[in-house]
């Protein structure tokens, strides 16, 4: 399909800004840092979801649906973003939540983005940590089904194909921008999770034949898990655009060094990454995503990856409303 006869539906505030991050840039003692901010794309508090359900949200509209479910952890940005989504489509909206800590605190059980869930409509259905995601939510789809309704199933963190075009498009808008400003991009940082992020971007860049390296830092996943996937999806947006390209393999960098014990689980380098991104910047990073991925950018300029004078771009993919359901890691 010709990449103008996807359906896309506007929802985020595009083009994000492109901002230097200077001050940060002196206190590491270079590279030359910019950010882009992604956690302004607006719908309901920000983050990289907004992208991916432009092309989600047109595409349940197409098929008719007339629910939209999807699943997700107590503070998952994705679950608040497409309640949000669903919300401006006049949709009806479930989200399957899976609550994996739950000994934490009330902040993390009721406040930040389960919260907004709530305020935003969404119908919230408790899953005991541990349970098949996608089975339940196929479960709740034919339940649904059986009743009458037409459930459209985004999957966890809309990585599809089709969410992940949102992230093609991001790519060109990146370049764009760079380009206007005047410099070239040595390497674009990101946090990756469920894929479709790096995806996108890896596809958008390959489409544009550029020559501009992703470097996804894992929330999660092993990279041995998450980097086929990411491939996969790669691939798989460059075919709906109807264009006949490969992604070599090692296109897809996925580093799952700064996980700590794993998703979610907070570590002390995240916690400084954040609070000094905060105090030089001003920018409010996550706990679970961005703050991780900052806290490996941060090691990988300790070990010189980048030169002084190279250019890198870190996208900042939101998620600063779990930070309120993260109030005592930070107290
Ligand atoms: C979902 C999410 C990511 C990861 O994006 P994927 O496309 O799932 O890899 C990164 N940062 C934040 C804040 C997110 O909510």
Redesign the pocket.
């Known amino acids: 399909m010709p990449a103008n006869a996807i359906p896309h539906i506007p929802l985020a505030h595009l083009p994000t800004p492109l901002e230097p991050m200077a001050a940060l840039s002196r206190e590491l003692g270079g590279p030359q840092l910019w950010v882009k901010r992604d956690?302004a794309t607006g719908l309901a508090m920000g983050?990289?979801?907004a992208r991916?359900l432009e092309y989600l949200i047109a595409d349940a509209v197409e098929r008719e649906a007339d629910v939209v479910l999807t699943t997700?952890a107590t503070q998952?940005?994705?679950c608040r973003?497409t309640a949000a989504a669903a919300a401006r489509a006049g949709l009806e909206c479930e989200l399957l939540i899976e609550h994996r800590f739950p000994d934490w605190g009330v902040e993390y059980q009721a406040g930040g983005n389960i919260l907004l869930d709530r305020l935003l409509g969404a119908t919230v259905i408790d899953l005991d940590a541990g349970t098949d995601r996608d089975a339940a939510l196929e479960a709740r789809a034919a339940e649904l089904e059986a009743a009458g309704r037409t459930p459209y199933v985004i999957p966890?963190?809309?990585?599809s194909v089709i969410?992940?075009m949102g992230?093609r498009t991001a790519a060109v808008e990146t370049l764009r921008q760079a380009d206007d400003l005047g410099f070239e991009i040595r390497e674009i940082v990101?946090?990756?999770?469920?894929?479709?992020?790096?995806?996108?971007l890896v596809a958008g860049l390959a489409i544009r034949r550029s020559s501009v390296g992703v470097y996804?830092i894992s929330?999660g996943a092993p990279s041995s898990y998450?980097a086929p996937i990411?491939h996969e999806l790669a691939e798989g947006v460059i075919e709906r655009v109807g264009l006949d390209r490969t992604i070599p393999a090692d296109a897809v960098i996925v580093d799952d060094s700064y996980v700590g014990d794993e998703y979610g689980m907070p570590t002390h380098a995240m916690r400084e990454a954040v609070e000094l991104v905060a105090a030089t910047e001003a920018i409010l990073l996550?706990p679970?995503?961005?703050g991780k991925?900052m806290s490996g950018l941060m090691e990988l300029v300790r070990r010189d990856r980048w030169g002084r004078d190279d250019n890198v771009v870190f996208i900042?993919?939101?998620?600063?409303p779990?930070l309120f359901g993260y109030r005592e890691t930070f107290a």
């Open positions: 956690d983050g990289n979801k991916k997700g998952s940005n994705h973003q966890l963190g809309g990585s969410g992940a992230y990101h946090a990756t999770a469920s894929g479709g992020t790096q995806a996108g996804g929330a998450l990411v996550d679970v995503y961005s991925a900042h993919t939101g998620g600063t779990a």
